[in-house]
């Protein structure tokens, strides 16, 4: 009996070590993977933060840390404001892994994500699922506040256009004074006191009514008139504005408001004056494929500068330009899709530029009606 008891003893030592050796490791692997967990926390949120919450960079730059939880392989579809782009991190080969499709989007903006996930982190309760679940959020948070940026400055720029509206006022009313005043004088000595109020008065409302004017340009497609316009004499004008070398080539006649139309191409164009790119002569092709007139314009690339990032053209304020305020190709793809035009980038090792579509209307006027 005694030797009996001496090895129940001991079994059930061993049986304790053994749990206790059990939740020891349990619980320094838990350790372990909580500091895994709240590093990759750390470094998306600083990651974030240090791209300063830009959607696009954010993504590009996480791989390091999803491959570092069990991820696989990451698959984008991303549109960002009407530029399309595919990114791949990983392995392109099929790999043995559970699938976990994410949609992620605000207006132009768009991301199709398939991420493809080891057996332990696709588990719904694992840590690493909790990473990529925090990863997709803070991805969605970036393009809302984008979203946010976009449409606290439109609402600056309508209060402005009101400040705008409220300057036209007053300067008819002062014009309609004016002319009140004149047919009430008669007297010679009157008049000559008119012209000497004038002479002090009309500068500044000259000064404030140029600069009513100027900012009025770009403005909504209704209320400006539709003419027939000859795409080489437009596209023409907008080169010796800008001085630039181009040669242009083919025409086409159509019916679209000149102002806007000039407008859009100035935006356009203006990239090649602005941005140091190019090398020799721009070349601009008109052409008519029914029902649409192309308009392509591509030039020789500087070979020391790197890639063009197509998906960044068409995003309002974000720009390389020193002096530039990120608006002009969004303002131009904006003006283009009133118009029912279309504007895309275009790259390959050896030349860049911009491919421009635009409705050819057989009947005169039939975009105008359609506009108003």
Known sequence: MPALETSLIHWLWLVLIFIGFTLFITAAYFRRESKRLSKALSDLYALNQSVNQDALDFFEQSWPILSSLGCLKVEAN????????????????????????????????????????????SESGSLSFLVIK???????????????EI???????????????????????????LSEQVGMLEADQ???????????????????????????????????????????????????????EAVIEGDATICLPNTLLMEAFKNILGNFRDHDLTKGVINIDICTESPEVLIRVHCQRDQIKSDIQSERLFEPFWTTSESGMGLGLFLARELLKQMNGRVQFEQDLTTFGFLISLKNNKEKGALCRELK
């Open 78 to 121: 991303i549109e960002w404001f009407g530029e399309k782009k595919q990114i791949c991190f990983g392995d392109k080969k099929f790999l043995h892994g559970k699938s976990q499709a994410f949609y992620v989007s605000r207006d132009d903006m768009v991301f199709k994500l398939k991420i493809v996930l080891n057996r332990k982190a």
């Open 190 to 244: 009157d008049k000559i006191r008119l012209v000497e109020r004038l002479q002090s008065t009309l500068p500044a409302m000259a000064e404030r009514a140029k600069k009513a004017v100027l900012h009025m340009k770009r403005s909504s497609v209704k209320g400006y008139e539709c003419t027939e316009l000859s795409l080489h004499s437009v596209l023409q004008d907008v080169v010796n504005m800008y001085h630039l």
């Open 134 to 148: 925090t990863f997709i959020n803070i991805l969605e948070q970036n393009l809302v506040l984008k979203q946010a």
């Open 151 to 177: 449409l606290t400055s439109q609402k600056r720029l309508e209060r402005y256009q009101l400040f705008i509206q409220h300057e036209i006022k007053n300067i008819a009313q002062f014009i309609q004074l």
